[in-house]
């Protein structure tokens, strides 16, 4: 259906464009900005006015818990969440049950998503089979059948002979292996090591089990020359780790949390198992080196690291209970969140969740993703900007309702979502 956004203030950094203009989308493709192209007649007009027009999101890290754990989420709840908060491509982790490890179990979940005509799925394939950290999996199959890079999730590589080889099958390839830096022998806690963690009796995890993993990680890319991204970054001591290997031109990309973004360990409060995160919440020193390394471009993407979660696994004393959160809707408004509270350009922080996650997946994705250049997919979002919204677990679109930012103010509210010009979410209020 060819569409007429009107009226609304495009902002795409892809482009540089951030003024009032005119969006036309048409064939599944943006077909101007600006003016639109002779001979284009919209046969639905959308009025902007007052709202943001902006590329549809990239999340690189979002759980469907499907298949596997659907009494948690299912594609049909965590999709629609996705396109709720503006996302329109996420990458999925290969932790599910079973593992993605076998280029069927990829197929069946890329046509089950693409049935419900919601976001793109972009699998993650595993690493090892069964994530079990010693028979590698077979990387080309899993590639054909769409994954855009391999890892092991939250399931640390204890045997560093078998990365080492992973990472030699990758770079013969091509791939890119995406690995959370965690030392597996120093990283069984469930809190970020520090006064409050000792004051609460809480088990630690220091910043060394993510600096060690990170000094391994960095050498076996030298000797392999495999590329490499790094899942949600959590302490000063890495981010500037990963600055010094960019500067020494290391293949290297990685992001951060929302959480860790936007919160510490204080904000465990008394024991709130809705903050038991994984990687845990570091301290404020931690959390204003992430928001510096964002804005800086040393931290290349924001993530949601979704990851709902019933109360079964959260309505538990804080210790036993799983860690993880929803936060698909919340990516948009937390990203923009962030940019007001650190000052950062509006077009900066919006390429943090569109260009800088389309880079990551590089040829992965089709020409111009993330952005609203002509002839980019027409995967875009508005949103309306607000002072009235803020953070309502219970009414998030996601199965899982349990989020740390319960109750906080958020910046923006999204109205609609289109995914390959398809209106993939109408919140009736454009």
């Avoid at 079973?98 to 595993?126: I, N, S």
């Avoid at 993510?210 to 590329?227: D, S, Y």
Wanted: charged letters at 15%.
């Amino acid at each position: 259906m060819n569409t007429l956004i009107h009226g609304g203030r495009v902002i795409c950094p892809a482009t540089g464009t951030d003024q009032i203009a005119d969006v036309a989308l048409a064939n599944g493709q943006v077909v101007a900005v600006g003016q639109a192209p002779s001979g284009f007649t919209p046969e639905r007009r959308i009025n902007a006015s007052g709202c943001w027009v902006l590329p549809g999101l990239i999340d690189l890290c979002a759980r469907l818990r499907e298949p596997g754990q659907e009494h948690e989420g299912m594609l049909e709840s965590e999709l629609e969440a996705a396109v709720s908060g503006g996302v329109t491509r996420l990458v999925c982790p290969p932790d599910t049950d079973p593992v993605l490890d076998e280029p069927g179990l990829v197929d069946m979940l890329r046509f089950r998503a693409a049935q419900l005509q919601r976001a793109h799925v972009h699998p993650q394939g595993a690493l090892t089979r069964g994530l079990q950290g010693q028979a590698l999996t077979e990387m080309a199959e899993l590639s054909e059948s769409g994954c855009v890079g391999f890892g092991q999730a939250d399931h640390p590589l204890r045997d560093t002979l078998v990365l080492q080889r992973a990472m030699q099958y990758a770079a013969t390839y091509g791939y890119t292996v995406w690995l959370r830096p965690q030392d597996p022998w120093l990283s069984g806690g469930v809190a970020a090591s520090g006064p409050l963690a000792t004051r609460m009796g809480l088990a630690g995890v220091p910043v060394v089990a993510e600096v060690i993993a990170l000094h391994t990680i960095g050498e076996l890319m030298r000797i392999t020359g495999a590329r490499v991204h790094l899942c949600r970054l959590s302490s000063a001591a890495g981010v500037a780790l990963v600055r010094q290997a960019k500067q020494q031109g290391l293949p290297l990309s990685c992001d951060v949390s929302v959480h860790n973004l936007h919160l510490c360990d204080h904000d465990i409060g008394y024991f709130d198992s809705r903050a038991r995160l994984e990687p845990p919440l570091r301290q404020q020193a931690d959390r204003q080196a992430l928001a510096e390394a964002l804005a800086d471009g040393t931290v290349d993407a924001l993530v949601s690291d979704h990851n709902p979660l019933d109360a079964n696994a959260k309505n538990l004393p804080f210790a036993e209970a799983e860690p993880g959160a929803s936060a698909l809707e919340l990516l948009l408004p937390l990203a923009i969140k962030w940019a007001q509270a650190q000052g950062v350009p509006l077009t900066q922080a919006l390429a943090r969740v569109t260009t800088g996650p389309a880079a990551v997946l590089g040829e992965a994705l089709p020409a111009h993703s993330g952005s609203l250049a002509p002839g980019a997919p027409a995967h875009v979002c508005i949103c309306r900007p607000t002072d009235a919204a803020t953070v309502v677990g219970a009414r998030l679109r996601s199965q899982g309702k349990f989020t740390p930012f319960e109750g906080a103010a958020l910046p923006v509210h999204v109205v609609a979502t289109w995914v390959d010009g398809h209106l993939a979410f109408d919140g009736g209020t454009h």
